[in-house]
């Protein structure tokens, strides 16, 4: 694992200071930057008052403008003031994942009617991943996961501390920069039974290509005859259609087809909660006996971790989601953060194509979500960083939600710039 | 459902010992039922108490327009680190001032112990770690998921219901030499037993000397003596030989902050450059583990750190929470003297912070479960915190009545 070599260096018993010659952590390297969160510590540096910053997930406004939501605000000014500051109560806690769990299963859903599924709030999706990972690892140690090629990088980071190896399967397609069907399939299908899938069911990051419903049905059931045990991440539900329930067809499809799964889901970019850690994990189960093993066992994981996630943001996202206007007012949020995207994807591409760029860009308005993958080599995206100050991540990862009418022309510009001689 | 759970075969874990006796005593429909379990802090009246300068600073959050919820860097707000590591080492702390210290906000004090053991199991060249027997019993799960391997060392005599100092510096001294050592700063969970300046200051020496690497946990600054400053003095008197430690703190109990998971990890380090490094390599526990730490508590924090007047009130509140638990520990000694119940309960005054470690076995835990509704940890601990005038009384004749009845 990590290595520890031993560099001793000689020790005096004195307590001066002047003497101490004994160094605890000089073998300690400095570490590689985070590819994501180091492209927002750059831009945020960059005094150029032409920046733009395509690197994070973040939602902004068409001024470029974090957003607080009007539902958020509200359930906030209801909260404060409140007595809660002491650990969440099971009451609080349980009514979070139960609202939660209903946006992944439908309201109506029998799971839910039933409680045959395990719930714990865990520290957004990156908390929910880390969970599942470690209780995956307890249970079935000998088992590895199989992810998309590509994925969010930190999904490597977090199975990887889990201690539980991976293996990619095919996805991204780069001619086609669209879905690489039938290898997915061939990989599934050669992949031993019983394997442990991470499966992103809209809104693909980083690619924004997502599997049709008719393709999500063959996966489903590739998967029953596999017995394949998928495990989704759902941090963008809301942002691929604009349609929340839409967003979660795929982990309906595999359901109803008698898999059994788990959800990580994120609170951070469709509620604007970014910085609450807000989120949930679910597991479904046989029955309500075997929820109550496994959520105890999950929240045993969590204890020695931080031993339970903060409070303000699970009173927020269960304030606006057990409140019928709070939630419809969400509802039609989400769909207007998803429709703004939408229609710079448009812009975007009718730009370049207006500046006769020699390059194919259909893939910005068919990828979904808040990501374009957009095909753009290492060196073309250093210059554009260097030249233009627009920021994106070094594998071409543009987050549209960082494009506003106010930069598309820019933008487009500078892509064109850089990739017009192909 | 057509096919089975991958998981059917997974049993139930068991409770947590000490959440669990909230749960117990949860179900309790006794009207007498009194809990003594987790330290949670208890107005006079037994409601939870959330601070008046907390209110302020979270009124003042919400009604500021311009706060976003955007994500915080991976080590947290820059601020509350800032004002963290000075609330710790002191303001004025050379360390500070020399940039030798990083500081990171993590989930409470949990979270805090739990990214430095990670870091430590990683770069660290002496996987052991003693912590003192007794202690939190959280502890034990966190270095040991985090890879750690734990040793204990002595350190509470049930005979005197104090320190066994000679079997701590015994323990210490034959540790191999790098090894890491949890500490708690002040205010001793579960024992409230804590060394004497003079001792700590033996216990220091004999540390530095074997190259004994210092983890302190501070979950409790401020409600030891009541005064921030004297709580940190451990902490500071291995800080001002120059050398290097570690210590989590947390801001649950003393700012009331326990659902908010607000918490800091700092690190000491020989020179700034190294500090620099440990950095980078924390952010690389932290991301995996969940990202970036949440905003809420730790800007409520920050708020209150960085306002002198806001700061002082905040001092205030924190003393007459630490008043009221030692006029509780008098209070029950009293009634116990009065009641003429056998035994030397001058413990119960000695001990220091939100517990008392009574010296009641399991048999006399458990009747005092069963016949007075009094709920509490099986090792005997109870929360001060969670008593009042009002209870004394009833506490008195459970204690009276087990000592006499149930050996």
């Given at each position: 694992?990590?290595?520890?070599?031993?560099?001793?260096?000689?020790?005096?018993?004195?307590?001066?200071?002047?003497?101490?010659?004994?160094?605890?952590?000089?073998?300690?390297?400095?570490?590689?930057?985070?590819?994501?969160?180091?492209?927002?510590?750059?831009?945020?540096?960059?005094?150029?008052?032409?920046?733009?910053?395509?690197?994070?997930?973040?939602?902004?406004?068409?001024?470029?403008?974090?957003?607080?939501?009007?539902?958020?605000?509200?359930?906030?000014?209801?909260?404060?003031?409140?007595?809660?500051?002491?650990?969440?109560?099971?009451?609080?806690?349980?009514?979070?994942?139960?609202?939660?769990?209903?946006?992944?299963?439908?309201?109506?859903?029998?799971?839910?009617?039933?409680?045959?599924?395990?719930?714990?709030?865990?520290?957004?999706?990156?908390?929910?991943?880390?969970?599942?990972?470690?209780?995956?690892?307890?249970?079935?140690?000998?088992?590895?996961?199989?992810?998309?090629?590509?994925?969010?990088?930190?999904?490597?980071?977090?199975?990887?501390?889990?201690?539980?190896?991976?293996?990619?399967?095919?996805?991204?397609?780069?001619?086609?920069?669209?879905?690489?069907?039938?290898?997915?399939?061939?990989?599934?299908?050669?992949?031993?039974?019983?394997?442990?899938?991470?499966?992103?069911?809209?809104?693909?990051?980083?690619?924004?290509?997502?599997?049709?419903?008719?393709?999500?049905?063959?996966?489903?059931?590739?998967?029953?005859?596999?017995?394949?045990?998928?495990?989704?991440?759902?941090?963008?539900?809301?942002?691929?259609?604009?349609?929340?329930?839409?967003?979660?067809?795929?982990?309906?499809?595999?359901?109803?087809?008698?898999?059994?799964?788990?959800?990580?889901?994120?609170?951070?970019?469709?509620?604007?909660?970014?910085?609450?850690?807000?989120?949930?994990?679910?597991?479904?189960?046989?029955?309500?006996?075997?929820?109550?093993?496994?959520?105890?066992?999950?929240?045993?994981?969590?204890?020695?971790?931080?031993?339970?996630?903060?409070?303000?943001?699970?009173?927020?996202?269960?304030?606006?989601?057990s409140d019928p206007n709070m939630k419809a007012l969400w509802v039609k949020e989400v769909k207007a953060m998803a429709n703004r995207i939408q229609?710079?994807?448009?812009?975007?591409?009718?730009?370049?194509?207006?500046?006769?760029?020699?390059?194919?860009?259909?893939?910005?308005?068919?990828?979904?979500?808040?990501?374009?993958?957009?095909?753009?080599?290492?060196?073309?995206?250093?210059?554009?960083?260097?030249?233009?100050?627009?920021?994106?991540?070094?594998?071409?990862?543009?987050?549209?939600?960082?494009?506003?009418?106010?930069?598309?022309?820019?933008?487009?510009?500078?892509?064109?710039?850089?990739?017009?001689?192909? | 459902?057509?096919?089975?759970?991958?998981?059917?075969?997974?049993?139930?874990?068991?409770?947590?010992?000490?959440?669990?006796?909230?749960?117990?005593?949860?179900?309790?429909?006794?009207?007498?039922?009194?809990?003594?379990?987790?330290?949670?802090?208890?107005?006079?009246?037994?409601?939870?108490?959330?601070?008046?300068?907390?209110?302020?600073?979270?009124?003042?959050?919400?009604?500021?327009?311009?706060?976003?919820?955007?994500?915080?860097?991976?080590?947290?707000?820059?601020?509350?680190?800032?004002?963290?590591?000075?609330?710790?080492?002191?303001?004025?702390?050379?360390?500070?001032?020399?940039?030798?210290?990083?500081?990171?906000?993590?989930?409470?004090?949990?979270?805090?112990?739990?990214?430095?053991?990670?870091?430590?199991?990683?770069?660290?060249?002496?996987?052991?770690?003693?912590?003192?027997?007794?202690?939190?019993?959280?502890?034990?799960?966190?270095?040991?998921?985090?890879?750690?391997?734990?040793?204990?060392?002595?350190?509470?005599?049930?005979?005197?219901?104090?320190?066994?100092?000679?079997?701590?510096?015994?323990?210490?001294?034959?540790?191999?030499?790098?090894?890491?050592?949890?500490?708690?700063?002040?205010?001793?969970?579960?024992?409230?037993?804590?060394?004497?300046?003079?001792?700590?200051?033996?216990?220091?020496?004999?540390?530095?000397?074997?190259?004994?690497?210092?983890?302190?946990?501070?979950?409790?600054?401020?409600?030891?003596?009541?005064?921030?400053?004297?709580?940190?003095?451990?902490?500071?008197?291995?800080?001002?030989?120059?050398?290097?430690?570690?210590?989590?703190?947390?801001?649950?109990?003393?700012?009331?902050?326990?659902g908010e998971r607000v918490g800091a990890l700092s690190i000491v380090c020989k020179t700034a450059d190294v500090a620099s490094r440990v950095e980078?390599?924390?952010?690389?526990?932290?991301?995996?583990?969940?990202?970036?730490?949440?905003?809420?508590?730790?800007?409520?924090?920050?708020?209150?750190?960085?306002?002198?007047?806001?700061?002082?009130?905040?001092?205030?509140?924190?003393?007459?929470?630490?008043?009221?638990?030692?006029?509780?520990?008098?209070?029950?000694?009293?009634?116990?003297?009065?009641?003429?119940?056998?035994?030397?309960?001058?413990?119960?005054?000695?001990?220091?912070?939100?517990?008392?470690?009574?010296?009641?076995?399991?048999?006399?835990?458990?009747?005092?479960?069963k016949e007075y509704h009094i709920y509490m940890t099986s090792d005997g601990r109870i929360s001060m915190a969670g008593l009042s005038s009002r209870?004394?009384?009833?506490?008195?004749?459970?204690?009276?009545?087990?000592?006499?009845?149930?050996?």
């Amino acid at each position: 694992m990590w290595k520890c070599f031993s560099t001793r260096t000689s020790r005096c018993f004195s307590t001066s200071a002047s003497n101490r010659t004994l160094k605890w952590w000089d073998r300690v390297a400095p570490a590689p930057k985070d590819p994501i969160t180091s492209v927002t510590e750059a831009f945020l540096a960059d005094t150029s008052p032409t920046k733009i910053n395509l690197g994070v997930g973040a939602y902004r406004d068409d001024e470029g403008k974090p957003v607080v939501l009007q539902c958020v605000k509200e359930a906030e000014a209801k909260i404060a003031g409140c007595d809660f500051l002491e650990s969440v109560s099971s009451a609080v806690s349980s009514k979070l994942v139960e609202e939660s769990v209903k946006l992944v299963y439908g309201k109506n859903s029998d799971i839910i009617k039933e409680g045959r599924f395990a719930g714990v709030q865990a520290l957004s999706g990156t908390g929910a991943c880390r969970l599942f990972a470690e209780f995956q690892r307890r249970f079935y140690p000998e088992s590895q996961i199989y992810m998309t090629d590509p994925t969010w990088s930190n999904h490597h980071n977090i199975w990887r501390d889990a201690l539980v190896p991976e293996r990619t399967f095919h996805y991204y397609h780069p001619d086609s920069k669209g879905l690489d069907f039938s290898a997915l399939l061939d990989d599934v299908k050669n992949a031993p039974d019983g394997s442990f899938f991470l499966l992103h069911p809209c809104a693909h990051n980083p690619t924004g290509v997502d599997p049709t419903e008719e393709q999500w049905r063959e996966i489903s059931y590739l998967f029953k005859v596999k017995n394949h045990f998928p495990f989704f991440d759902m941090a963008y539900q809301g942002f691929a259609s604009g349609d929340l329930d839409r967003d979660a067809r795929s982990i309906q499809i595999f359901v109803e087809d008698g898999n059994v799964i788990g959800c990580a889901q994120s609170f951070a970019k469709n509620m604007g909660l970014y910085g609450h850690r807000v989120g949930c994990l679910n597991v479904l189960c046989n029955d309500a006996k075997q929820a109550v093993a496994i959520k105890s066992q999950l929240q045993q994981i969590a204890r020695a971790m931080y031993s339970s996630p903060p409070i303000h943001g699970i009173l927020l996202v269960s304030g606006i989601l057990s409140d019928p206007n709070m939630k419809a007012l969400w509802v039609k949020e989400v769909k207007a953060m998803a429709n703004r995207i939408q229609s710079l994807r448009t812009t975007l591409r009718k730009s370049l194509e207006q500046l006769s760029s020699p390059l194919n860009w259909e893939h910005i308005t068919n990828q979904v979500g808040m990501f374009c993958f957009s095909g753009l080599t290492p060196e073309q995206v250093d210059r554009l960083l260097r030249e233009f100050h627009i920021y994106m991540t070094l594998d071409g990862r543009m987050s549209m939600a960082g494009v506003t009418t106010g930069n598309v022309s820019y933008l487009a510009n500078a892509i064109h710039e850089v990739t017009k001689f192909g | 459902m057509d096919s089975s759970s991958v998981f059917a075969n997974i049993v139930r874990a068991p409770e947590d010992a000490i959440l669990g006796v909230t749960v117990a005593y949860n179900k309790d429909s006794s009207p007498d039922k009194l809990n003594l379990g987790v330290g949670a802090y208890r107005t006079e009246e037994g409601k939870p108490l959330v601070l008046k300068v907390v209110r302020r600073a979270e009124q003042m959050l919400v009604n500021d327009n311009s706060r976003v919820k955007e994500y915080l860097p991976i080590v947290g707000l820059a601020d509350f680190n800032k004002l963290s590591a000075k609330l710790i080492f002191g303001a004025d702390s050379p360390a500070i001032q020399e940039n030798r210290v990083t500081t990171v906000q993590c989930l409470s004090g949990t979270g805090s112990l739990r990214v430095g053991a990670e870091f430590l199991a990683r770069h660290y060249h002496q996987l052991t770690i003693y912590i003192p027997n007794p202690t939190w019993g959280n502890h034990t799960k966190i270095f040991g998921l985090a890879g750690l391997s734990v040793k204990a060392y002595r350190y509470y005599d049930p005979a005197t219901r104090g320190l066994d100092f000679q079997g701590l510096l015994e323990d210490l001294g034959a540790a191999p030499s790098g090894s890491i050592v949890l500490l708690h700063a002040c205010a001793h969970n579960p024992t409230g037993v804590d060394p004497t300046i003079e001792q700590w200051e033996q216990i220091r020496q004999l540390m530095r000397s074997k190259g004994l690497l210092p983890f302190f946990d501070s979950a409790y600054q401020g409600f030891a003596s009541g005064n921030l400053d004297a709580d940190a003095g451990s902490v500071r008197m291995f800080v001002a030989d120059g050398g290097e430690c570690l210590a989590a703190q947390s801001y649950a109990k003393n700012m009331g902050l326990y659902g908010e998971r607000v918490g800091a990890l700092s690190i000491v380090c020989k020179t700034a450059d190294v500090a620099s490094r440990v950095e980078s390599q924390l952010k690389l526990v932290i991301r995996p583990m969940y990202s970036n730490p949440p905003i809420h508590g730790a800007s409520i924090v920050a708020t209150i750190l960085k306002d002198r007047d806001m700061y002082n009130e905040w001092t205030v509140e924190l003393k007459a929470m630490a008043d009221r638990i030692i006029s509780m520990r008098q209070q029950l000694f009293d009634s116990l003297s009065a009641r003429g119940t056998p035994g030397d309960w001058s413990h119960i005054i000695k001990q220091i912070g939100m517990f008392t470690f009574t010296g009641l076995n399991t048999k006399q835990v458990a009747f005092m479960t069963k016949e007075y509704h009094i709920y509490m940890t099986s090792d005997g601990r109870i929360s001060m915190a969670g008593l009042s005038s009002r209870t004394v009384p009833h506490l008195t004749e459970a204690i009276h009545a087990a000592v006499t009845r149930a050996g």
